[in-house]
């Protein structure tokens, strides 16, 4: 039995009220007034499409181990990276062997439901299994435009494979149409569209019933015959002709996030899929629609084994993890939207030296550490000489992970010096759970969150970005956990 | 069995330089400046100098690379020079050179020079560079000075269950009194006294150090000229002697930064240098011996806990001492009497050697006595390069005769 | 607890910058009154960096306003430090909606 085994979602902790949007750039354009209700999800500083990825992916893989990933497919039109594989780098960080097929999909908005049909079909096919599918969208609108308002930043993932199924594949529809209402050039960071009506009425509401229609058609099924139809568009009044042409009760409606998140972009359908399955029961009929340059329509079939996935934050779980960010010319300086002063020493050159990044790349992107084989002390990062004092074994090391083990603090700071377009800068000593120690930076929270003692997560994160040659690097990072959250 | 450095070589002369912003002095001007002095004070000839150390700790501005810079300047004709670089000790690693290279007796007469020029950048504070390698660039924090010391403060509290206001306030005590003594000093980079209230509204730069927690970036050059005591004793019959009582250098192994012993309330390379330091110079009790100390006062709180790693106080005693005015002037170890890296300055390479000379002029009994010191007989310096968890530090201990 | 008051718009000098009082202020929260300073610092030279910061700090609350002098002729209140974890969240969002340019709000 083909389908997704396992879900998992991310939204980025902090949200920007859309009024807080308007009441800056509503002088310039009053209309979108008519866009500037609830709040939308932004990316932190550090975090990009490829962070959210991973955070929604190491989401989805709880309760799998890391060598069972046979795949990474990463979707997104805000990929970092136009040559690099992206995939490569979430599956760097998820540490999942390297001799798997790895991909990037992109082009348009249904790229993530995309990466789904191929991985179905590879593992359908017998040439692949578990692959994680990732999608995630980070996407820009100018200074003042709808979009700006309209569009949230998010992940969602996905494990399809072949065995204990929460989610059986039972069918799909496809379609590709030139059809242009957004686009971005290959230079371009800003959205572009074409008008709202004609998006509405000529693309959304075409093609949208087309493939949900003709996936009805293709496995002997009525719309009404499904628990939950999944499609995303931010137009109410779309959704709401759609729904009644299809003769859908609101409640197999699932909701856009609009109000909580935002347009997602490739992520969406993803990330609405992800949130519907933490609802969902056994004999559950869901049905995944993307839009965007054409449609791609998705039948799964919920299975037993829903019941025993093993529990995850979800999408439900990081929107309840949520903090205002309540200044929008911060939002401004973390997307680079406009250029602002870092001081001369800010202008000093950091390089990225590859051939080294190579040599390290598990322990930059994988958090590899070490364990010795002779007294058993866990170290980070990957050691030959045991850290030990009392033991300083050479070479009898065994490789180990440590990017998912967590930790607690071991001492910290709050510093207004360090260069950071988010100042202060938080970091300090963290004791890895299981033996190790390291420094590392804190995200995702203020100084009053930090305690001595206090348990922490890792999150894989930007860290730093050299303009100059266009290059983002990653690491980890370290997030309290609250205890309310635990 | 090593026998130790103690009583092998004697300082026949030093100089130091202004320290502060000396936007008008070339690297060669503060050369000049302080081996004038040092050569006067040594009663000797350019040309008796047989080998020589130069410490310089940045190399993206400064006087480059090698040891070039001094042969060129000084016209030295053609002794050996050899560069030291060893962040915050690079001072007193040439002075460490210059001492084994005369008791060892390959040389009769050897020079140390420690100089930073670090004005040029255009910006404050210190060059940015890759201190810990590329590889650190990749994966540790893009942390600085004061946020790494910052959390020494943090633990010491919670390690020794200190409450943090306490361990504030003896921070800004410590701060407070290299004010009062700095102001004392005309060749103080900062010679104005400011009251503890002033320094605990200070804003927090890294919690909790504040603004007067944190030491500057100076200019500056320090030197000693070092020789045999036969040799000393000919040439100054009927003067003291200050000689060489121990050195020893102490450097992180990772287990602060990677093992999970380390307490992070101390520093382990300052309790290992200390503890061989007092084995050299047949040291007891240090806080019985010892009469006065110059440390690296890099921030406040470095300052509290060396006092604890240098055995001068009980784990756990320092914000006691420090409040009780032990450490003070005329406290019975005064400490920073010179006004320290806070007020005295910190132009990196010259530090370890600004340090030597401060104690060196003070047993010698040469400073007046609003800043002087009783009757020292043993003085300390000690440098901390580096961030508490992965660093480099010296300990010197040099006594009059 | 005695708070200290220095004079307002004088800049104290440390060798690495200065900082400067720019306003002192007081307001309502529930039945107390809160006392908080506005300061600026300028960090020009410190070891390792340099930077500006604007800082409040929340001495707590008044018990009584100058009501002494002390020996250096500052005016000394009797304040109460802000303990609880949600007043001083309180405090701290009311102070920042009012300087909203500030990054730390700190609590003596």
Same mark, same amino acid.
């Given at each position: 039995?083909?389908?997704?085994?396992?879900?998992?979602?991310?939204?980025?902790?902090?949200?920007? #009220?859309?009024? *807080?949007?308007?009441?800056?750039?509503?002088?310039?354009?009053?209309?979108?007034?008519? @866009?500037?209700?609830?709040?939308?999800?932004?990316?932190?500083?550090?975090?990009?499409?490829?962070?959210?990825?991973?955070?929604?992916?190491?989401?989805?893989?709880?309760?799998?181990?890391?060598?069972?990933? /046979?795949?990474?497919?990463?979707?997104?039109?805000?990929?970092?990276?136009?040559?690099?594989?992206?995939?490569?780098?979430?599956?760097?960080?998820?540490?999942?062997?390297?001799?798997?097929?790895?991909?990037?999909?992109?082009?348009?908005?249904?790229?993530?439901?995309?990466?789904?049909?191929?991985?179905?079909?590879?593992?359908?096919?017998?040439?692949?299994?578990?692959?994680?599918?990732?999608?995630?969208?980070?996407?820009?609108?100018?200074?003042?435009?709808?979009?700006?308002?309209?569009?949230?930043? &998010?992940?969602?993932?996905?494990?399809?494979?072949?065995?204990?199924?929460?989610?059986?594949?039972?069918?799909?529809?496809?379609?590709?149409?030139?059809?242009?209402? =957004?686009?971005?050039?290959?230079?371009?960071?800003?959205?572009?569209?074409?008008?709202?009506?004609?998006?509405?009425?000529?693309?959304? #509401?075409?093609?949208?019933?087309?493939?949900?229609?003709?996936?009805?058609?293709?496995?002997?099924?009525?719309?009404?015959?499904?628990?939950?139809?999944?499609?995303?568009?931010?137009?109410?009044?779309?959704?709401?002709?759609?729904?009644?042409?299809?003769?859908?009760?609101?409640?197999?409606?699932?909701?856009?996030?609009?109000?909580?998140?935002?347009?997602?972009?490739?992520? =969406?359908?993803?990330?609405?899929?992800?949130?519907?399955?933490?609802?969902?029961?056994?004999?559950?009929?869901?049905?995944?629609?993307?839009?965007?340059?054409?449609?791609?329509?998705?039948?799964?079939?919920?299975?037993?084994?829903?019941?025993?996935?093993?529990?995850?934050?979800?999408?439900?779980?990081?929107?309840?993890?949520?903090? +205002?960010?309540?200044?929008?010319?911060?939002?401004?300086?973390?997307?680079?939207?406009?250029?602002?002063?870092?001081?001369?020493?800010?202008?000093?050159?950091?390089?990225?030296?590859? !051939?080294?990044?190579?040599?390290?790349?598990?322990?930059?992107? &994988?958090?590899?550490?070490?364990?010795?084989?002779?007294?058993?002390?866990?170290?980070?990062?990957?050691?030959? %000489?045991?850290?030990?004092?009392?033991?300083?074994?050479?070479?009898?090391?065994?490789?180990?992970?440590?990017?998912?083990?967590?930790?607690?603090?071991?001492?910290?700071?709050?510093?207004?010096?360090?260069?950071?377009?988010?100042?202060?800068?938080?970091?300090?000593?963290?004791?890895?759970?299981?033996?190790?120690?390291?420094?590392?930076?804190?995200?995702?929270?203020?100084?009053?969150?930090?305690?001595?003692?206090?348990?922490?997560?890792?999150?894989?994160?930007?860290?730093?970005?050299?303009?100059?040659?266009?290059?983002?690097?990653?690491?980890?990072?370290?997030?309290?956990?609250?205890?309310?959250?635990? | 069995?090593? $026998?130790?450095?103690?009583?092998?070589?004697?300082?026949?002369?030093? /100089?130091?330089?202004?320290? /502060?912003?000396?936007?008008?002095?070339?690297?060669?001007?503060?050369?000049?400046?302080?081996?004038?002095?040092?050569?006067?004070?040594?009663?000797?000839?350019?040309?008796?100098?047989?080998?020589?150390?130069?410490?310089?700790?940045?190399?993206?501005?400064?006087?480059?690379?090698?040891?070039?810079?001094?042969?060129?300047?000084?016209?030295?004709?053609?002794?050996?020079?050899?560069?030291?670089?060893?962040?915050?000790?690079?001072?007193?690693?040439?002075?460490?050179?210059?001492?084994?290279?005369?008791?060892?007796?390959?040389?009769?007469?050897?020079?140390?020079?420690?100089? $930073?020029?670090?004005?040029?950048?255009?910006?404050?504070?210190?060059?940015?560079?890759?201190?810990?390698?590329?590889?650190?660039?990749?994966?540790?924090?893009?942390?600085?000075?004061?946020?790494?010391?910052?959390?020494?403060?943090?633990?010491?509290?919670?390690?020794?269950?200190?409450?943090?206001?306490?361990?504030?306030?003896?921070?800004? =005590?410590?701060?407070?009194?290299?004010?009062?003594?700095?102001?004392?000093?005309?060749?103080?980079?900062?010679?104005?006294?400011?009251?503890? $209230?002033?320094?605990?509204?200070?804003?927090?730069?890294?919690?909790?150090?504040?603004?007067?927690?944190?030491?500057?970036?100076?200019?500056?050059?320090?030197?000693?000229?070092?020789?045999?005591?036969?040799?000393?004793?000919?040439?100054?019959? @009927?003067? +003291?002697?200050?000689?060489?009582?121990?050195?020893?250098?102490?450097?992180?192994?990772?287990?602060?930064?990677?093992?999970?012993?380390?307490?992070?309330?101390?520093?382990?390379?300052?309790?290992?240098?200390?503890?061989?330091?007092?084995?050299?110079?047949?040291?007891?009790?240090?806080?019985?011996?010892? !009469?006065?100390?110059?440390?690296?006062?890099?921030?406040?709180?470095?300052?509290? %806990?060396?006092?604890?790693?240098?055995?001068? !106080?009980?784990?756990?005693?320092?914000?006691?001492?420090?409040?009780?005015?032990?450490?003070?002037?005329?406290?019975?170890?005064?400490?920073?009497?010179?006004?320290?890296?806070?007020?005295?300055? =910190?132009?990196?390479?010259?530090?370890?050697?600004?340090?030597?000379? $401060?104690?060196?002029?003070?047993?010698?009994?040469?400073?007046?006595?609003?800043?002087?010191?009783?009757?020292?007989?043993?003085?300390?310096?000690?440098?901390? /390069?580096?961030?508490?968890?992965?660093?480099?530090?010296?300990?010197?201990?040099?006594?009059?005769? | 607890?005695?708070?200290?008051?220095?004079?307002?718009?004088?800049?104290?000098?440390?060798?690495?910058?200065?900082?400067?009082?720019?306003?002192?202020?007081?307001?309502?929260? &529930?039945?107390?009154?809160?006392?908080?300073?506005?300061?600026?610092?300028?960090?020009?030279?410190?070891?390792?960096?340099?930077?500006?910061?604007?800082?409040?700090?929340?001495?707590?609350?008044?018990?009584?306003?100058?009501?002494?002098?002390?020996?250096?002729?500052?005016?000394?209140?009797?304040?109460?430090?802000?303990?609880?974890?949600?007043?001083?969240? *309180?405090?701290?969002?009311?102070?920042?909606?009012?300087?909203?340019?500030?990054?730390?709000?700190?609590?003596?």
């Amino acid at each position: 039995m083909v389908g997704i085994r396992s879900y998992g979602g991310y939204v980025p902790r902090y949200r920007l #009220n859309r009024m *807080a949007i308007f009441g800056n750039m509503g002088w310039l354009n009053p209309a979108n007034l008519m @866009n500037a209700q609830g709040e939308k999800a932004v990316a932190n500083f550090d975090e990009d499409s490829v962070t959210m990825s991973v955070a929604a992916a190491l989401d989805c893989i709880k309760g799998f181990e890391r060598s069972e990933i /046979g795949g990474v497919y990463f979707a997104s039109t805000t990929a970092p990276y136009k040559e690099r594989l992206n995939a490569n780098i979430v599956a760097g960080a998820l540490a999942a062997n390297e001799m798997i097929r790895t991909a990037d999909f992109s082009g348009g908005l249904k790229a993530g439901t995309s990466a789904i049909l191929a991985a179905l079909d590879a593992v359908s096919a017998g040439s692949a299994n578990n692959i994680v599918v990732t999608a995630a969208d980070c996407r820009l609108g100018k200074m003042g435009s709808p979009q700006e308002l309209l569009f949230g930043d &998010g992940a969602a993932a996905v494990l399809v494979g072949d065995e204990d199924v929460i989610a059986e594949y039972k069918g799909f529809f496809s379609s590709g149409y030139d059809f242009v209402d =957004h686009f971005r050039g290959a230079n371009s960071i800003f959205d572009r569209q074409w008008e709202d009506r004609w998006i509405r009425d000529v693309g959304i #509401n075409t093609f949208i019933p087309e493939a949900i229609k003709g996936l009805c058609e293709k496995v002997g099924l009525s719309p009404g015959d499904f628990s939950k139809i999944i499609y995303p568009t931010y137009y109410g009044g779309a959704r709401k002709k759609i729904n009644k042409v299809l003769g859908l009760e609101p409640d197999k409606i699932e909701d856009n996030l609009q109000a909580a998140v935002g347009d997602t972009g490739t992520a =969406h359908p993803l990330l609405m899929f992800a949130k519907a399955l933490e609802q969902a029961n056994p004999g559950d009929k869901i049905m995944l629609v993307s839009y965007g340059s054409g449609c791609d329509a998705i039948y799964f079939e919920v299975t037993e084994n829903i019941k025993k996935l093993a529990p995850r934050k979800g999408v439900s779980g990081y929107l309840g993890r949520r903090s +205002d960010l309540d200044n929008y010319t911060k939002y401004l300086v973390w997307r680079r939207m406009v250029p602002v002063d870092t001081g001369l020493r800010g202008e000093e050159d950091k390089w990225t030296r590859w !051939s080294l990044v190579w040599r390290k790349h598990k322990v930059i992107l &994988g958090m590899l550490g070490s364990k010795c084989k002779k007294c058993g002390t866990q170290q980070f990062p990957e050691q030959r %000489v045991c850290v030990n004092p009392d033991c300083g074994a050479i070479d009898e090391m065994e490789p180990v992970y440590v990017s998912d083990k967590g930790g607690k603090i071991f001492s910290f700071t709050s510093d207004m010096l360090a260069a950071s377009i988010n100042p202060p800068a938080m970091y300090g000593g963290v004791d890895i759970n299981g033996g190790g120690r390291f420094v590392m930076d804190f995200t995702d929270c203020t100084l009053d969150d930090l305690a001595v003692g206090k348990p922490v997560e890792f999150t894989f994160r930007i860290k730093f970005y050299d303009s100059k040659r266009d290059i983002t690097n990653y690491f980890w990072k370290a997030v309290p956990i609250s205890e309310e959250a635990e | 069995m090593a $026998e130790g450095i103690k009583d092998k070589v004697v300082i026949l002369g030093m /100089g130091c330089t202004r320290f /502060g912003e000396r936007w008008d002095a070339s690297p060669e001007d503060l050369l000049i400046e302080a081996f004038l002095e040092c050569l006067e004070d040594a009663g000797i000839e350019k040309k008796d100098i047989q080998a020589a150390w130069l410490s310089t700790h940045i190399d993206e501005i400064n006087v480059g690379k090698g040891g070039n810079f001094l042969g060129l300047t000084l016209h030295l004709p053609f002794i050996p020079i050899t560069r030291t670089e060893n962040f915050c000790a690079s001072g007193t690693e040439a002075f460490r050179g210059a001492c084994y290279g005369v008791a060892s007796g390959a040389y009769d007469i050897a020079l140390a020079v420690g100089i $930073e020029k670090l004005k040029d950048t255009g910006y404050g504070g210190l060059p940015d560079s890759p201190a810990f390698g590329q590889m650190a660039q990749m994966i540790m924090p893009n942390a600085t000075a004061p946020g790494m010391f910052a959390q020494l403060a943090s633990a010491y509290s919670a390690r020794y269950g200190i409450p943090m206001e306490k361990v504030k306030e003896a921070m800004a =005590h410590v701060s407070w009194k290299s004010h009062q003594n700095g102001a004392k000093n005309p060749r103080a980079h900062l010679r104005r006294p400011v009251t503890k $209230e002033q320094i605990m509204a200070a804003p927090m730069i890294a919690y909790p150090l504040g603004l007067f927690d944190c030491c500057g970036v100076s200019d500056g050059c320090a030197c000693a000229i070092v020789t045999t005591p036969e040799i000393a004793r000919k040439l100054k019959p @009927n003067e +003291d002697l200050v000689k060489v009582k121990a050195l020893q250098v102490s450097v992180s192994s990772g287990e602060e930064v990677w093992y999970n012993k380390w307490d992070g309330a101390g520093m382990l390379t300052t309790r290992t240098a200390a503890k061989k330091a007092y084995e050299e110079a047949g040291i007891k009790d240090p806080r019985k011996e010892i !009469s006065m100390m110059e440390v690296h006062d890099c921030f406040s709180i470095t300052e509290l %806990v060396t006092m604890e790693d240098l055995g001068i !106080s009980e784990p756990g005693g320092a914000p006691e001492d420090i409040l009780s005015g032990f450490f003070d002037l005329n406290g019975e170890i005064p400490c920073q009497s010179d006004g320290g890296l806070k007020c005295f300055g =910190h132009p990196i390479g010259a530090s370890g050697l600004r340090m030597l000379y $401060e104690v060196y002029n003070q047993l010698l009994g040469r400073w007046p006595e609003d800043r002087a010191v009783k009757n020292p007989k043993l003085g300390l310096t000690h440098n901390l /390069g580096g961030v508490p968890n992965q660093n480099v530090c010296s300990v010197a201990i040099i006594g009059r005769d | 607890m005695r708070y200290v008051h220095l004079p307002v718009d004088e800049e104290i000098r440390s060798v690495g910058g200065y900082y400067k009082i720019l306003e002192e202020g007081i307001f309502q929260f &529930g039945s107390r009154k809160v006392l908080y300073v506005l300061k600026a610092a300028h960090v020009e030279t410190s070891c390792c960096g340099a930077g500006g910061l604007g800082f409040i700090s929340v001495p707590g609350f008044l018990v009584s306003y100058k009501s002494e002098i002390n020996e250096n002729g500052l005016p000394v209140s009797e304040v109460k430090k802000v303990l609880d974890v949600e007043d001083r969240k *309180a405090i701290r969002n009311i102070l920042l909606k009012k300087y909203p340019y500030i990054s730390v709000v700190e609590f003596d």
